[in-house]
């Protein structure tokens, strides 16, 4: 949505936007919105927020309902674990947190559950299964959850 330079992979250039101030501006005539690993760092201090803005996911999921159109798709990863925690820089979801994050209005079409970052585990594919979720302690490395989402 804002300028990037996209020389890479050694030349980043960090720019900073705020979906949430910009969402307002758009119309809802998206067919989707994808959103890998990047909103459990949505509001978090370390991510030059002047404050912390605890509920900027589920705000930020909120203006993704009102940008698609209906039908629309949602197709997200985010961190998940035993328990909800917010850190500095990231958020790790449960069960009930993601059930929040999403609310009414939406329904799940596809969960995935796998491993981010190196392990010792006899998961050879990556791929976990919810009880396996539910049980790690979510830190790095750690298990994600790829949701694809639809409008209803």
Known sequence: LR?????LPHNYKRVRGDFVEIAPL?????DAVVCLSALEH???????????EVQYDQMT????????????T??????CGREHRE???????DRKSLAVLFGDGWVEEKRLFFLSG?????????VVTEQDADQWEGVPPHVTVFLKMRRV
């Open 3 to 7: 300028a990037h330079d996209w020389r």
């Open 61 to 72: 999921m909120d203006w993704c309902w009102r940008i698609l159109k209906p039908g629309g």
């Open 118 to 126: 190196m392990c010792d585990c006899q998961h050879d594919d990556g």
């Open 74 to 79: 949602v197709y997200l990863t985010v961190p």
């Open 26 to 30: 758009l119309k809802p005539d998206f």
């Open 42 to 52: 949505f509001g978090r201090p370390m991510y030059s927020f002047s404050r912390d």
């Open 87 to 93: 850190d500095k820089d990231w958020r790790v979801y």
